[in-house]
């Protein structure tokens, strides 16, 4: 009696999954994918360790590393572009003798219970390397106007070098994550975590240590894990750190744990075995690291922001180098839900990518300079291209290649490709294209071609072709791409 209402149900259970899957294949890209968001970089000039925080008030807050390490700076923008111009007002200065008289380290700003928070961390005027981490307090609207009180120093279990605090809320409860020397481990620094305790400045109940440097790429030059910066997403907790000196070498780690896990233990976590974001020398930035995360305006991308060099090489200590620049630059996310920070692209604006309009979840990317059709590229650079002023003129775009800048997306034979500028008149116009709304509709763009009238760029049997407009419902889908 049972056995036909089951079937029926299975039945339908088939074919509701089926509507479901066809309704996904032909849905716009535009569903699978978060909107192109474009910046500038550098944001900021001889501004290490950034931090980047955007409060409901509708203001991104933004401190950073001084190079003179003597004081503690404070900008706010309604945009993130606009930091890069805003006033920077000076909130607070090192003292002239004793504790927090030296070093200047690494600031963070954070909204805690109705009130402005800044941890940092300083050294004593008579022991410059005597590491400690301290927290200020305003209760101002704006912090940038308002009064700072010193709250003291945060107490670890260990009076040693301790810097770079940071906080996060997961499932309701508030954590501290921190590096720190811990007696007995011949490292520089190791992270940590610990519940926060009745004030923003203090910790309660056990510390653990999440992880220790001892990977080829976090001991190069010094063994260090340190900046922890936290992002929530997809059912995850992803803890990004810093590794290795403060040069060329300085890079980002990745620790994840389940977001149902507990926090404090240490098994909860797990190291990535190879570092997820370093220095490219194709495209002249070194030593990135020192992150922290935000959002775009629209609220739909996650923001890596970093600080790095544009040179390798380096005269002296590191430390002494005044020229890490604040930058800032799109977190993309794989298929299976993990973050992917590409690498750190080239100056300038940042790149997009072209997603398919009716391929979703595909990207245009160059393999042996072919443009071709692909989901989950790897690496994620191979999708990425710069959207800059047409190389034939007024009224065009063209498309540089991300990790391979000098290099753009062009049509030979009809065959899209990305190849190195050459300088000719040809190479120009063959890779110079005029940006129209989408032949499939809203949400979507499509890009014509510059010295061919008429044709698309277009993909077709996995690869990437440049051809004609027939006006059918397939070729419109095909030649009509997302900017992510």
């Known amino acids: 009696m049972l056995a036909r209402p089951l079937r029926r149900t ?55 590393t001084a190079p003179e390490y003597d004081r503690i700076v404070l900008r706010r923008a309604t945009t993130i572009q606009g ?3 805003a006033p920077e007002s000076v909130i607070w200065r090192k003292h002239s003798t004793g504790e927090m008289g030296a070093h200047i380290w690494a600031p963070e700003i954070h909204f805690i219970n109705g009130k402005w928070y800044v941890y940092f961390a300083a050294g004593r005027t008579d022991d410059v390397w005597r590491i400690r981490m301290y927290v200020l307090e305003s209760a101002a609207a704006n912090p940038l106007t308002g009064t700072w009180t010193e709250r003291g120093r945060i107490t670890t279990p260990w009076d040693t070098f301790s810097l770079d605090a940071t906080t996060f809320v997961a499932n309701g409860v508030r954590y501290l994550l921190w590096a720190q020397q811990e007696p007995g481990i011949s490292t520089n620094s190791n992270l940590y975590i610990a ?3 009745a004030s923003p400045w203090t910790i309660t109940g056990a510390t653990t240590r999440l992880t220790v440097p001892t990977l080829a790429w976090e001991t190069r030059g010094y063994k260090v894990a340190e ?9 995850r907790l992803f803890l990004a750190y810093s590794a290795s000196a403060t040069d060329a070498n300085y890079c980002l780690g990745l620790l994840t744990a389940s977001a149902s896990a507990d926090p404090l233990q240490a098994s909860s976590w797990t190291k990535s075995p190879n570092p997820v974001f370093a220095g490219n020398a194709a495209t002249s930035q070194y030593g990135p690291g020192h992150n922290s995360f935000t959002t775009s305006e629209d609220g739909q991308s996650d923001i890596l922001v970093y600080h790095d060099r544009n040179y390798r090489d380096i005269s002296g200590d590191p430390l002494n180098d005044p020229n890490r620049r604040t930058r800032v630059q799109k977190v993309y996310w794989r298929a299976d ?12 604006v940042t790149p997009v990518r072209l997603m398919s309009y009716d391929t979703p979840g595909a990207a245009v990317r ?9 989901a989950d590229v790897t690496p994620l650079a191979d999708s990425q291209f710069r959207l800059v002023a047409g190389l034939s003129g007024t009224g065009t775009v063209s498309l540089e290649s991300a990790n391979f800048p000098g290099y753009f997306l062009r049509h030979r034979n009809f ?68 900017l992510e």
């Open 415 to 482: 065959e899209a490709w990305v190849q190195q500028r050459d300088g000719s008149g040809l190479f120009d116009a063959d890779a110079s294209f005029v940006r129209r709304s989408g032949l499939a509709g809203a949400g979507t763009v499509s890009l014509e071609s510059a010295n061919y009238p008429g044709y698309f760029v277009r993909h077709r049997a996995g690869q990437v072709w440049v051809e004609r407009d027939d006006g059918s419902s397939g070729f419109r889908g095909s030649a009509s791409f997302v």
């Open 83 to 85: 930091l890069a111009t």
């Open 10 to 64: 299975a039945v339908l259970a088939v074919l509701a999954t089926l509507l479901a899957v066809t309704a996904n294949l032909l849905s716009p890209g535009a569903a699978h994918a978060s909107p192109a968001v474009q910046y500038t970089n550098p944001l900021a000039a001889q501004r290490a360790d950034p931090h980047i925080f955007r409060h409901t008030d509708g203001y991104y807050y933004f401190t950073a």
């Open 227 to 235: 900046g922890p910066s936290v992002l929530q997403r997809n059912g």
């Open 337 to 348: 839900g993990t973050p992917d920070f590409g690498i750190p692209v080239p100056d300038g």
């Open 195 to 197: 519940r926060m305790g």
């Open 366 to 374: 160059h393999w042996d300079y072919r443009a071709r059709l692909e």
